[in-house]
């Protein structure tokens, strides 16, 4: 076979060859669009997702500051109302606490002056009882009723 011929078959060859690469190449790029595209679409509904999140974790944020200044006012409200319910505790503690004392007071006096009554009970019952036992004298008793007699004819005048 003539070297030309040679040559040329595998010019052919080669041109066959070059063929299949640039179909495979072809292919290759046609793939590689078509990932480009899906990855451009997948990037596109990421970001959607991406931003719809972002404004759903702003909507919770914005919630939770809301309800957390919420329960900080309730808070304040609270301490408020508990400091003047302790305020209002403490005066009625100090006023309990002086009319305590004021009772004490009375207590005691009272107690000592159911002593001295006591007391007095006690000496006027000595007096009672000596007197009585004057009475039980025959001569005391004469003269009390001549004193009783005499009242009684008095009267009746």
Known sequence: ??????RYQRII???EELLVIKE?????????FQKLNAYREKDKENRKKLFELKNTFEEKVAKLEKEVIEVQEQLKKAEENWQKKEKKLRQ???RYSLDLGFLLNE???????EKELLEE???QKEIIKHQENLLKLPV??????????WRTVNLNI
Not at 1 to 6: E, R
Not at 24 to 32: A, G
Request: proline content about 2%; some cysteine; charged content about 35%.
């Open 1 to 6: 076979m003539p070297l030309w011929h040679a």
């Open 13 to 15: 060859r080669d041109k």
């Open 24 to 32: 495979k190449l072809e292919n290759s790029v046609v793939n590689m």
């Open 92 to 94: 009625e503690l100090e």
């Open 107 to 113: 207590k005691e006096s009272l107690e000592k002056r």
């Open 121 to 123: 009970i006690e000496k």
């Open 140 to 149: 005391i008793s004469i003269l009390c009723k001549i004193v009783t007699w």
